[in-house]
Structure formats: structure tokens, C-alpha cells
């Protein structure tokens, strides 16, 4: 199959990488990513990274056709850019997005295995919890602080996935459309949570696949305390509507129209 018609058995894809301040990682994530999947497209979306990031990616562009730049006014946060990255992929008429960091901390090696399941599915996400994943690099702490976060997401929500957390993963452009991608509320990493949330709500075939997650190398991670609770607020306030309506319903009562998502 050329890469004109893409990825065998899903079609045009695009790997959606937002950027702020990552000069020092993006030549060498967006040079993996091509050696390691030909087929694919990469969509750079940067918030107007102080340290030319943006102009460091629109040389990329010029010497590669596979390679595009969206350059955005500032940083607005992870779900923000993804969500401008995506409607952008819906305007050139992709099959497929992909999620990925463009620190490196996601291999581009291992896209193959997403693109493979995601041809018998509607979503895919890269996990790090399951058998054949793992984490490198990380302080005790954090790797606590990640999994005891993953436990309490699938008692609150019922979902059955070991990391919703997980930034990189893929979906079928019917699925963004289905679920209103462009009305998710959260902007940091519960933009995550709330995606594979409202995909699996609506019933789409999703499955897990093992990835190795390796912390960066160079430049400066964006997870905070505030974004863990943001996150952590948000699990929660879903997991009480979603009790709260499936009770109503129960009831024979409908649930209050747009109660859903906060």
C-alpha cells in the first residue's frame, strides 16, 4: 500500500504532537516517527513556544511533506491543542488521529501496534499497566501517584481500562464526532480521562495495548500538583452524574439534559 492511501486497514492517519518549548526534542521525535511509520502524517501544534520550537518545526515542513505545523496563539493547554489538532484533521480528511508527546517519552517504534489494533477497532489506547508495559525513569512517588490515580478512575467511573491517563493512543474520526470532542471541558491531563470516558460511554470497540513509557530526557515536564487534582476533581464529580443518572433512570425519570459533562 503507498502512503497516499496509508496505514493498511485504517487509512490516512495523522500523529497530532503538541509543542511548547520542546526545541531540544522536536527534530528527533518527528525524525522517529517517520522512520518508524512512513505511511503517517504529523501535525506539530505549537502554542508559541518562546524557544522557537514552532520555527524549528516549520523547517521540518519544508523539507518534508509528511510534516505540518499549526501554530497557535498561545499555551492554552494539552486538551486545547488536541482539540485544535484534531479539528484540523477533520478539515483534511483524515481517517485517523493519533496522540503522542513530543518528548520522546512515547516511542514512535512501537505506533505500529496501535495502527494494527486500531484496525479492528474504534479506539486504541497505549498503556503502560498491563503485561508488556512499563515505565522507565520515574521516581517511586510518581509511578504511585499514576497507578493508585488509574485505580481510583476505574472504581469511580466503571470503565475497565488499567490507564486512562495514558497520552498516547488513537482514534477513528467517527469517534471524535460522536462524542463532541470539541465540547470536552477539561484542557490538562484529564483531557485524557474524559475522552476514553465519553468513548466508552457511547459504546465504541476500544481496546489496551502494552507500551513502554520513558520519562524525557531534555527540557521540562508539564505535569503538576494542580493538574492531578484537576483531574482527580473531575473522576469524581463524572462518577457521582453518572450514579446519579443511571438512578433517575432506574426511576423511569430522564436525566437533566446537558447534566453529563461538567
Do not use: C
Not at 514512535?108 to 522507565?136: C, F, M, N, Q, W
Not at 504511585?144 to 476505574?154: E, K, P, T, V
Request: charged residues 25%; neutral net charge.
Amino acid at each position: 500500500m503507498s502512503d497516499a492511501e496509508g496505514y493498511p486497514g485504517v487509512g490516512r492517519v495523522l500523529v497530532v504532537i503538541p509543542t511548547y518549548n520542546e526545541a531540544d526534542n522536536i527534530r528527533m521525535i518527528t525524525g522517529r516517527v517517520r522512520a518508524a511509520v512512513p505511511e503517517v502524517d504529523i501535525l506539530v501544534a505549537d502554542d508559541n513556544s518562546p524557544d522557537g520550537t514552532g520555527a524549528i518545526a516549520d523547517e521540518l515542513a519544508v523539507a518534508d511533506d509528511h510534516i505540518f505545523v499549526l501554530h497557535r496563539a498561545g499555551k492554552e493547554g494539552l486538551g486545547a491543542a488536541y482539540k485544535a489538532g484534531f479539528a484540523w484533521a477533520k478539515d483534511k480528511g483524515y481517517d485517523a488521529v493519533v496522540e503522542m508527546d513530543a518528548d520522546g517519552s512515547h516511542a514512535p517504534e512501537e505506533l505500529p501496534k496501535l495502527l494494527d489494533a486500531l484496525a479492528d477497532h474504534d479506539a486504541v489506547l497505549g498503556t503502560r499497566y498491563i503485561a508488556g508495559g512499563s515505565v522507565h525513569n520515574w521516581p517511586m512517588h510518581r509511578l504511585l501517584l499514576s497507578r493508585g490515580g488509574n485505580i481510583y478512575i476505574r472504581m469511580a467511573l466503571g470503565m475497565p481500562f488499567r490507564d486512562a491517563t495514558g497520552g498516547y493512543r488513537a482514534y477513528r474520526m467517527p469517534v471524535l464526532d460522536a462524542i463532541n470532542v470539541e465540547t470536552v471541558a477539561s484542557t490538562g491531563y484529564s483531557f485524557q480521562v474524559e475522552l476514553a470516558w465519553r468513548s466508552y460511554r457511547n459504546g465504541f470497540r476500544m481496546t489496551e495495548v502494552p507500551i513502554t513509557f520513558t520519562e524525557r530526557e531534555h527540557g521540562v515536564s508539564k505535569m503538576s500538583g494542580n493538574i492531578f487534582k484537576e483531574q482527580l476533581l473531575r473522576v469524581t464529580v463524572w462518577g457521582v452524574r453518572a450514579r446519579r443518572d443511571g438512578a433517575l433512570k432506574l426511576l423511569g425519570r430522564k436525566p437533566r439534559q446537558g447534566s453529563t459533562w461538567p
